[in-house]
């Protein structure tokens, strides 16, 4: 297996100063917001790795920092060998962007209204100049709307006409145009009923069983993310606080967060049970605790915890940043 | 079980529109005991939230409900004008619903909101309200309440709003809370703060539930009972546990089915064909019947209604020839 996709030490910082007059009258400082702060990660080819975490935790800021929609303030992100930060802006950039293709959450704000499903999948066609002729085009989307389970008399009809399930699957149509190798998929299923998630994830599977695609998967639902990922990532305040392989994460979540997100979900295999509640929430990303930044609603949070920042590390084949596993404190 | 608290009865939704009449709920009846929770599950479409809506008497026009009829502790309330109404909910029945940002006054204090509903409701004096207000608050478990109290909910978090807008549904005491999809605004580790919070509360003061979601897991947490709807209609009713585990309805099977599970036991999600029909195009028959993989002749020409087996009930005509039932 080759490493497809890599993020070294990634950091987005993202100015949220009020305006400069406010700031004069007010006597307010400068404040910023440590969106993601050092991920690292890699994917294999072929494969897939899920981001989760709970709101404002990053995860669909990695997603857009690794398909150039922002640039990293500090770090790499690596495709295929490539550092992409000078590639995005020169001559190359072209051909990244037919690799790396994106779908994203809302099937309903991310297709144009005006435009008809032909036009919404032949674009990055026409934009990448991978038809000829008019015909290919034409054959080419149709062949594109049968993958997903859509027909190609479709093409003629408008967004509008689609279910939301049907919307979603036309935004993976546009994002398999230009036979990408990689696809970062934002929250794809969060807006779609249980029953048309099933189809949407179903398809998404096959199609990369047929065609290797390698997935980023960023999605705050664990069942799903434990369905359709190799390994996951559990992001808490812009940091990875623990990186396994999807088997090993839910048999044995080694973080407090990990456990506590676990724990926190509602399963129909558990009618009744009595839980452990959770506690507190997450708290400010402009004003992130010292040390640690879950310490405050860590049942293992000790003075070493609010003090000293622990890394990502590997311990007992996963990788893990707490002081409370690798000292042996769980 | 005790006497009923709320008892819905053939409730009929008509939306009238300038192509005919919309029917948005047909035949809906149920009803909840006291210090119950009914899970009301179903996807997009399929009426619950409208029926919440019916039994607190906030159905928007065009909307009305054309026969059946809603009893609160054995009286008539859908027929209520609407002033004898407004003094009912709030008072008996409480409604909390999915986004606690807009179901707050932005531009009032919480506990200006929260005493204000109190003295609307019961006769009390401001200071006895507002120490009424801070108990509630720290009932519902947010951190110095009498601090807080004079906060505006912007100062608040999702999960903390969603608390104050709980207190507020609780303030008068009701009987009843229809909580319509509470949780799914809000991040996991909140939801299940808020689920607890949910039962803990109706365990206390013996209020029954109406749990209106989309979410199985919250369900299969939180209610006693549930019910699935399916385009306007109760397909599948009965305990928790039954409906999950042995399900009757073929669309409650698939509904199970496509949940991705925590164990990680399912390879391949098992999917529904298609969609739920739109409301001006509602199959005849059984409304599942396109999309059902155990249809048969039957089910394309009559509609069936619930029919009991085991501990549930299920509007399918599969559980009619199994029981020699069918009416």
């Avoid at chain 1, 149509?173 to 949407?200: G, K, M, N, W, Y």
């Avoid at chain 1, 090993?248 to 979900?265: C, K, Q, W």
């Avoid at chain 2, 803990?200 to 029954?208: F, I």
């Amino acid at each position: 297996m080759t490493t497809l996709v890599e993020a070294v030490d990634l950091v987005k910082v993202f100015d949220v100063s009020a305006p400069w007059l406010n700031r004069v009258i007010e006597r307010k400082a400068r404040q910023q917001v440590h969106a993601v702060d050092g991920v690292s990660f890699s994917i294999e080819k072929g494969r897939t790795l899920a981001l989760v975490g709970e709101s404002g935790c990053g995860k669909s800021t990695v997603a857009r920092l690794l398909v150039g929609l922002h640039e990293p303030t500090r770090g790499q992100v690596r495709f295929d060998g490539l550092e992409t930060r000078m590639v995005w802006n020169s001559s190359e950039g072209r051909a990244l962007r037919r690799r790396i293709q994106m779908i994203f959450q809302d099937p309903y704000a991310s297709l144009n209204p005006r435009w008809t499903v032909r036009e919404i999948v032949g674009e990055p066609i026409t934009e990448h100049r991978l038809a000829t002729s008019k015909d290919e085009l034409g054959q080419r989307v149709g062949e594109l709307l049968k993958q997903v389970g859509l027909a190609a008399a479709d093409m003629d009809r408008f967004p509008h006409q689609f279910s939301g399930g049907q919307r979603q699957r036309i935004s993976i149509a546009r994002a398999l145009a230009t036979r990408p190798e990689f696809l970062v998929c934002d929250e794809p299923t969060s807006a779609l009923d249980v029953s048309v998630q099933a189809q949407v994830l179903n398809i998404m599977k096959d199609l990369q069983r047929e065609r290797g695609l390698t997935y980023l998967f960023i999605s705050h639902n664990l069942a799903v993310v434990r369905h359709v990922s190799d390994a996951v990532g559990v992001m808490y305040l812009g940091r990875i606080v623990e990186l396994a392989g999807t088997r090993a994460l839910f048999g044995e979540p080694r973080h407090p967060y990990t456990r506590m997100l676990l724990d926190a979900i509602p399963d129909i295999g558990m009618t009744g049970r009595a839980r452990t509640p959770v506690q507190g929430e997450v708290p400010n990303p402009l004003d992130p605790p010292s040390g640690c930044s879950f310490h405050p609603r860590c049942p293992l949070a000790n003075e070493r915890c609010r003090v000293e920042r622990p890394a990502l590390t590997p311990w007992a084949g996963i990788q893990v940043a707490c002081h409370a596993v690798t000292e042996g404190r769980h | 079980m005790t006497a009923a608290l709320l008892e819905v009865r053939h409730l009929r939704v008509e939306f009238p529109t300038r192509r005919g009449t919309l029917v948005a709920l047909d035949d809906v009846s149920f009803d909840i005991a006291p210090g119950e929770i009914l899970g009301v599950v179903g996807e997009s479409g399929a009426g619950k939230s409208l029926t919440g809506a019916s039994i607190i008497g906030l159905l928007e026009p065009p909307g009305r409900i054309a026969s059946g009829e809603i009893l609160l502790e054995g009286r008539r309330i859908d027929n209520l004008p609407p002033d004898a109404m407004r003094g009912i909910r709030g008072r008996q029945i409480g409604a909390i619903f999915q986004d606690p940002l807009t179901s707050l006054n932005p531009l009032y204090t919480v506990g200006r909101q929260l005493v204000e509903t109190i003295r609307t409701h019961l006769p009390v004096s401001e200071a006895e309200a507002r120490e009424r207000a801070v108990a509630l608050l720290r009932e519902t478990g947010i951190p110095a309440a009498e601090a807080r109290i004079d906060q505006y909910p912007h100062q608040f978090s999702g999960g903390m709003r969603q608390r104050v807008v709980i207190a507020l549904a609780l303030a008068a005491e009701p009987k009843l809370i229809v909580a319509d999809e509470p949780t799914t605004a809000l991040d996991v580790s909140i939801q299940a703060q808020i689920i607890s919070l949910l039962k803990r509360l109706t365990r206390d003061h013996g209020a029954a539930v109406m749990l209106v979601t989309h979410d199985m897991g919250v369900i299969a947490e939180a209610s006693d009972r549930v019910a699935v709807m399916y385009a306007g209609r109760v397909v599948e009713m009965g305990p928790v546990q039954d409906v999950i585990h042995r399900p009757a309805h073929p669309y409650t099977v698939g509904l199970m089915g496509s949940i991705p599970s925590m164990d990680g036991s399912r390879d391949r999600l098992l999917q529904i064909e298609g969609t739920m029909p739109r409301l001006n195009a509602i199959p005849a028959g059984c409304a599942f019947n396109p999309r059902c993989p155990r249809v048969f002749e039957r089910c394309r020409r009559e509609r069936p209604n619930l029919m009991t087996t085991g501990a549930t009930r299920a509007a399918c005509w599969l559980v009619g020839q199994a029981t020699g039932a069918a009416a």
